[in-house]
């Protein structure tokens, strides 16, 4: 009985915590992309493995929930990436991870052409913008993207 007269007090608690455990949140760094390699080619688009450096300073294991990049190799847009799996980044880490992911690709003769160029080569110049979504707890946020380096595709 007595219980019951401190639920609401118990929940505020507990609501306050979560809260503020949601705010101590710090920022990730996320570096130039290391790899890609390719899985599967297939009409319409391509099952790519990303490999990308990831640094996060905090306290809290973060999940990728979502991720939406334009792709550009070697001058050519190729299409939009979409992640197939979310991806689970450790907390207090500074690693390579790798992410499997979806390239929807625009254009038909145009992304063809630029495969049959990078087959070719040994390395590719690349730029990826858009925003990943990462998440902790009840708190979301969306990190903003604009990468540019060479990638070896060997």
Same mark, same amino acid.
Request: glycine share 8%; with cysteine; hydrophobic share 40%.
């Given at each position: 009985?007595?219980?019951?007269?401190?639920?609401?007090?118990?929940?505020?608690?507990?609501?306050?915590?979560?809260?503020?455990?949601?705010?101590?949140?710090?920022?990730? +760094?996320?570096?130039?992309? +290391?790899?890609?390699?390719?899985? +599967?080619?297939?009409?319409?688009?391509?099952?790519?493995?990303?490999?990308?450096?990831?640094?996060?300073?905090?306290? +809290?294991?973060?999940?990728?929930?979502?991720?939406?990049?334009?792709?550009?190799?070697?001058?050519?847009?190729?299409?939009?990436?979409?992640?197939?799996?979310?991806?689970?980044?450790?907390?207090?880490?500074?690693?390579?991870?790798?992410?499997?992911?979806?390239?929807?690709?625009?254009?038909?003769?145009?992304?063809?052409?630029?495969?049959?160029?990078?087959?070719?080569?040994?390395?590719?110049?690349?730029?990826?913008?858009?925003?990943?979504?990462?998440?902790?707890?009840?708190?979301?946020?969306?990190?903003?993207?604009?990468?540019?380096?060479?990638?070896?595709?060997?």
């Amino acid at each position: 009985m007595a219980l019951q007269k401190y639920k609401p007090a118990i929940a505020g608690v507990l609501l306050i915590m979560t809260l503020g455990s949601c705010s101590m949140m710090q920022e990730i +760094q996320v570096g130039d992309v +290391q790899e890609i390699k390719i899985n +599967q080619i297939r009409k319409g688009g391509l099952d790519l493995e990303l490999y990308i450096p990831i640094e996060n300073p905090g306290k +809290q294991n973060l999940k990728l929930t979502k991720m939406d990049l334009d792709l550009n190799l070697n001058g050519i847009e190729l299409g939009n990436i979409s992640n197939n799996e979310k991806v689970l980044i450790k907390k207090m880490s500074d690693e390579i991870y790798m992410f499997p992911v979806e390239v929807e690709l625009k254009g038909f003769i145009k992304t063809t052409m630029a495969l049959i160029s990078l087959a070719e080569k040994s390395t590719a110049e690349y730029r990826l913008t858009g925003n990943l979504r990462v998440k902790y707890l009840c708190i979301k946020r969306s990190i903003q993207i604009d990468e540019r380096g060479i990638v070896d595709l060997r």
